[in-house]
């Protein structure tokens, strides 16, 4: 084994094993439980490992769930309320992706246990994704950000810290459809999704992603 090499496997062994025998915690997110303890990180991974993954699984299942609220959003005549979903779906999608990418560089793989999603109105929905959303900005990532930041992982920090900020935008467009619902009738032009670090907007008004930085080119509409 090259010295390089080997140091460098010398560190990871070290640092999987400096939290090893942690177990992942149940969380609940709003009125959805979603099971984490059947989507493990390797034994011995660090905390933030273990955070990326509960992350990937998250995002896996809201990408689900959002696609069942727009199905039934159409259904009961909200069609902008299912342009919305559609496009929360695909933002999940991006944070997925990107949590996947975290765990893949670090050789390990992203797992994640996708479940049912009970179906109800599209008022009941966005009540739902309104609370979901506001658990994930304010308690969820920033408490996965301050572990990364004491595991010193730095892609797991600019990550979880984005992710606060795209949960916090999605939760602001699920309030203002709750609060016009009656508009979510009329279909609009389609909302727009940061391709980088799926951040979620109905209007693009700048030059660059006030999420990641990168160029508005990198949205794509979602009708």
Not at 124 to 134: D, Q
Not at 145 to 166: H, M, P, R, Y
């Amino acid at each position: 084994m090259k010295p390089k090499s080997f140091l460098s496997f010398l560190y990871l062994f070290s640092w999987s094993l400096l939290l090893s025998g942690l177990l992942v915690s149940n969380i609940c997110l709003g009125a959805n439980h979603i099971k984490t303890s059947k989507v493990k990180a390797p034994a011995g991974s660090s905390i933030t490992v273990k955070n990326l993954m509960i992350a990937y699984n998250v995002q896996s299942n809201a990408k689900e769930k959002f696609l069942v609220f727009a199905k039934k959003a159409d259904e009961d005549g909200y069609k902008k309320a299912a342009q919305l979903f559609r496009a929360a779906a695909d933002s999940a999608q991006v944070l997925a992706r990107n949590s996947a990418k975290a765990l893949t560089d670090m050789g390990i793989t992203p797992a994640a246990t996708l479940r049912n999603h009970k179906i109800r109105s599209t008022r009941e929905n966005l009540e739902r994704s309104v609370k979901s959303e506001g658990y994930k900005a304010k308690k969820m990532y920033p408490k996965f950000k301050t572990q990364a930041e004491t595991d010193n992982i730095k892609n797991a920090i600019i990550l979880f810290g984005s992710a606060a900020k795209v949960a916090s935008n999605r939760k602001k467009l699920f309030e203002n459809a709750l609060k016009n619902l009656d508009s979510m009738k009329n279909q609009s032009k389609g909302f727009f999704v940061c391709q980088i670090c799926g951040n979620l907007v109905e209007v693009i008004d700048f030059t660059d992603c006030p999420v990641c930085g990168y160029p508005a080119s990198e949205y794509k509409i979602i009708s």
